[in-house]
């Protein structure tokens, strides 16, 4: 089922910090994330449910929990002496935990992180969810499990695949259950 969404904030974002953004990951956002964060960066998602009540949205993760969720912002901020992005920072914080091609747009209340797969297609990444207590990093593999498979092998094992493109991850946004 399909739910109107309407977004917690109006605030705006220069079409040139997304195509900045595209062009130093190498990927094209599909239109519709970009539709949405044009006017709405960094918001959450609220939708109506049966009686008419607004609430706020939360995506189920097949076989897991539902989570809420908030955009990743692309406007600029100082974190610790530093100013970038929140989806730059949130990159950076997990790309040696993440297998090349996969890149964060969304978090949810604890930390852990929806992503744009590209690793299948470049035009229509998929969405997976990453749990923060279920990153690997090369320092913590051992020479087996190297040898028994692939670092890129292991860290796809911790993303949970949510939906086959962003168009229906917005659809799959419903109302938190009381």
Known sequence: MSYNIEWSDQINVDIHKIKDL???????????????VLTHDGSVPYVTN?????????????????????????????????????????????????????????????????????????????????????????TEMTDEELEEKSLEDWQSETLDHVCESFEVFLRLISPRLK
């Open 22 to 36: 595209e062009e130093k990951w190498s990927i094209h956002f599909p239109q519709g994330y970009v539709d949405i």
């Open 50 to 138: 049966e009686h008419g009540e607004r609430g706020q949205g939360v995506i189920e993760v097949p076989g897991k929990l539902s989570w809420s969720i908030q955009l990743l912002s692309l406007i600029e901020k100082e974190v610790l002496g530093e100013i970038i992005t929140p989806i730059e920072l949130a990159y950076h914080t997990l790309v040696e935990a993440l297998p090349p091609k996969v890149f964060p747009f969304a978090i949810n209340g604890a930390g852990d992180k929806f992503l744009f797969d590209y690793r299948v297609d470049e035009n229509e990444p998929k969405i997976v969810f990453q749990n923060h207590e279920d990153v690997i990093l090369e």
